[in-house]
């Protein structure tokens, strides 16, 4: 059974940098044909994509957030990080962690973690 | 950078059909996903590769992706498909349509 774990505080304070782990199961991070996807979800809105990581340690990201988005792995642990610097009201949201499967000319997300919600707020 | 409009909402009644449109320049030429999310639950993969089921998922969801517009269909339209469903496709990045809201009466 697939499974994608996000972790990390509930509250962070503007202009801090916040850290989410995502721990997999089911999967290995190491997997030519895997890779995580980091999307948040703010109340009432539709998803937003922010970072992926492929086996080859591949990173793309949100282009608008790209300055502030840092991506990695340890398939080891089976954990990929995401952090986000300099946080502001406007981030508060939904994070989630989602399996990609790669596909020749595509890829797609199948599995989506429960999510772990941050509110950022002084 | 791509685009992606669905309606806020449909209704349907139970046992008809209903539709999704999910509209963006040249979509046809892009494969597109379909998610459901209900209430306070994780988004749901429905379609990939625009008209894909992955496992377990009812023959009543189908999807077709042709021109500027991907279409969700759910034929036979149940109580428990009320939901959020949302639109993506990947254009160099991951894009999301807006979202619409199913509504079945």
């Known amino acids: 059974q697939v499974t994608l774990n996000e972790s990390g505080p509930v509250l962070v304070k503007p202009t801090e940098t916040l850290t989410l782990t995502c721990t997999v199961s089911?999967?290995?991070?190491?997997?030519?044909?895997?890779?995580v996807s980091w999307i948040r979800q703010s109340p009432g809105k539709a998803p937003e994509w922010l970072a992926n990581?492929?086996?080859?340690?591949?990173?793309a990201y949100n282009t608008s957030l790209r300055t502030r988005l840092t991506i990695s792995r340890d398939a080891s642990k089976s954990q990929v990080v995401l952090t986000m610097t300099t946080m502001d009201p406007v981030d508060t949201a939904t994070y989630y962690c989602?399996?990609?499967?790669?596909?020749?000319?595509?890829?797609?997300?199948?599995?989506w973690g429960k999510g772990t919600p941050v509110t950022v707020s002084s | 950078s791509l685009e992606l409009t669905q309606p806020p909402s449909v209704s349907v009644s139970p046992g008809q059909t209903a539709t999704i449109s999910c509209s963006g320049e040249r979509l046809g030429t892009k494969y597109v996903c379909w998610f459901q999310q209900k209430a306070g639950q994780s988004p749901f993969l429905l379609i990939y590769q625009d008209k894909e089921r992955p496992s377990g998922i009812p023959e009543r969801f189908s999807g077709s992706n042709s021109g500027n517009t991907a279409t969700l269909t759910i034929s036979g339209t149940q109580a428990m498909d009320e939901a959020d469903y949302f639109c993506?496709?990947?254009?160099?990045?991951?894009?999301f349509g807006g979202g619409t809201k199913l509504t079945v009466l």
């Open positions: 989602v399996r990609i499967q790669v596909m020749i000319l595509d890829f797609y997300m199948d599995v």
């Open positions: 089911g999967f290995s991070l190491s997997d030519t044909r895997m890779g």
């Open positions: 993506q496709a990947w254009d160099g990045s991951v894009v």
């Open positions: 990581i492929f086996s080859n340690d591949e990173k």
